[in-house]
C-alpha cells in the first residue's frame, strides 16, 4: 500500500445472488460499514453483482446514498448490434456503473478470453466512462515452468488495446490461488506486483506507474488481508468468496483495525 494510491476492496460475487438477494446484501453492508466507522475517503469499495443485480443495486446506492460503487464483471468489446447476450459499455455506464472485470480467469477459462479480447473490452469499458480491472494471473504449472513471465505478457498484450492515457486498475490474481483457499504469500503477491509495476514503467512511463492501482486477488480473508495490505505494490484486493459475506468483507474493508492492532 502507497500512501498515493487510494486503497480498492472490490468484491467480485461472481455468479451469486440474484437481485432481491443484492438488494438485502448492499442494506445491510451498508449498515455494518457504518457501524464499523468505514471512512469512503480512506478506502474505495465496490461490489461486482451478476449483471441482472446492476438496476436494483443502482437505485439503493444512488436513493440512499450508500458509499458503494458498482462494478460489473465483464462487458463486450463491441458497441451494439448482432451480439446475441452480450452487453455494451453504454449500457453499463448508464446504470452508474464505475468499475468492470475483465480478462477474470474465470472468463479466459470457460469463454476463451484472448488477451487482445480482453485488451478491446477494455478499451469499450474506457470509452463508456468505466475503469477496467483487468485480471492478470498465472497458472501453477505456468508459474513453475516460467516464473513470474506470464502476468506481465498478458499486461503487455492486453495494454496493446487501451489507448495512452488512460486510467486502468491491474488485480494480479495467481488462478491457482482463486477459489482454492490457498492464498499466495504476501511475499509472492507483493513480488509479482512489483514486477508489474515495472512493466507497467516500462509500457506507460513513471507517472502512470505510480498511480495505477494494482490489486491482488486470490483466496483474500479477513485474517491475511492486513498483511496483503502491507506490501508497498498491493493497493487493494478483488475477493470472491469471502466478499459474500457481510461480516467478513466488512473486516476486509476495514483491514486498516488489522494494521492498528
Ligand atoms: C476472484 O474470483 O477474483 C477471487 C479472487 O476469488 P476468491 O477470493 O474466492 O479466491
Redesign the pocket.
Known amino acids: 500500500m502507497n500512501t498515493q494510491r487510494k486503497p480498492l476492496i472490490a468484491g ?1 460475487w ?1 455468479m451469486n445472488y440474484d437481485h432481491l438477494q443484492a438488494l438485502a446484501f448492499l442494506q445491510k453492508l451498508s449498515w455494518s460499514l457504518k457501524n464499523t466507522a468505514y471512512d469512503s475517503s480512506v478506502t474505495e469499495v465496490a461490489v461486482f453483482p451478476p449483471f441482472t443485480d446492476l438496476r436494483s443495486a443502482q437505485t439503493i446506492v444512488a436513493s440512499e446514498k450508500l458509499p458503494i460503487k458498482i462494478g460489473a464483471q465483464d462487458v463486450s468489446h463491441e458497441q451494439s448490434g448482432a451480439y446475441t447476450g452480450d452487453i455494451a459499455a453504454a449500457f453499463l455506464s448508464s446504470l452508474d456503473v464505475s468499475y468492470v472485470i475483465v480478462g ?1 480467469s ?1 472468463r479466459r477459462e470457460y469463454h476463451a478470453e484472448t488477451d487482445s479480447l480482453v485488451g478491446k473490452k477494455s478499451a469499450a469499458a474506457l470509452t463508456a466512462g468505466i475503469t477496467p480491472v483487468i ?1 492478470v494471473g498465472e497458472s501453477l504449472q505456468q508459474r513453475e515452468e516460467q516464473g513470474t513471465v506470464v502476468p506481465l505478457v498478458q499486461l503487455t498484450e492486453v495494454l496493446a488495446e487501451v489507448p495512452e492515457g488512460a486510467e486502468f486498475v491491474i ?1 494480479y ?1 495467481p488462478v491457482w ?4 483457499g490457498q492464498a499466495a504469500t504476501a511475499a509472492q503477491a507483493q513480488e509479482m506486483c512489483s514486477h508489474i509495476r515495472s512493466k507497467l514503467r516500462e509500457l506507460r512511463g513513471e507517472e502512470v506507474a505510480s498511480a495505477t492501482r494494482i490489486l491482488y ?4 480473508k479477513s485474517d491475511n488481508i492486513a498483511e496483503f495490505m502491507q506490501q508497498p505494490d498491493v493497493d487493494g484486493a ?6 459474500l459475506k457481510i461480516d467478513e468483507f466488512t473486516k476486509i474493508v476495514q483491514y486498516q483495525t488489522g494494521l492498528a492492532e
Open positions: 467480485n461472481k477474470h474465470e485480471c488485480a490474481e490461488a482463486i477459489g482454492s486477488g486470490g483466496s483474500v478483488l475477493v470472491g468468496g469471502a466478499s
